[in-house]
């Protein structure tokens, strides 16, 4: 007998949240060296702001590739076209970032 619909549905929606979290993580060690370069003056605001977005947008596309190609190997466009990544979620995970790196370079900054 082969696995229940609903066990393979919930290996998925794990899947899903494993890629997601993996993205969000790599993501995250961009910001935090973006924001300490930014707080050494290494760069400018506005290539700190197009670091930000660049996550957001990065899941909008995987979600549209998915609907324009359903493919299940696509787990991060099939997890943000069934919601289980909704972009209020990328968001608040950005802005807590944004918090925690905003920090963590004002405190290496103030080491220099």
Not at 31 to 48: D, M, N, T, V
Not at 84 to 99: A, F, H, K, L
Request: net charge positive; charged share 35%.
């Amino acid at each position: 007998m082969g696995i229940s619909i609903q066990k393979r549905k919930k290996a998925i929606r794990k899947r899903a949240r494993l890629a997601y979290e993996q993205e969000m993580k790599a993501h995250q060690r961009k910001l935090k060296e973006r924001f300490a370069a930014y707080s050494r003056g290494e760069i400018e605001p506005a290539q700190l702001i197009k670091g930000i977005d660049d996550f957001h947008q990065k899941i909008v596309r995987e979600r549209e590739a998915f609907w324009e190609d359903p493919n299940p190997e696509n787990v991060l466009g099939w997890a943000a076209a069934h919601r289980i990544v909704s972009d209020e979620r990328v968001i608040e995970d950005i802005t807590q970032t944004i918090g925690r790196a905003a920090k963590s370079s004002m405190s290496i900054g103030v080491n220099y």
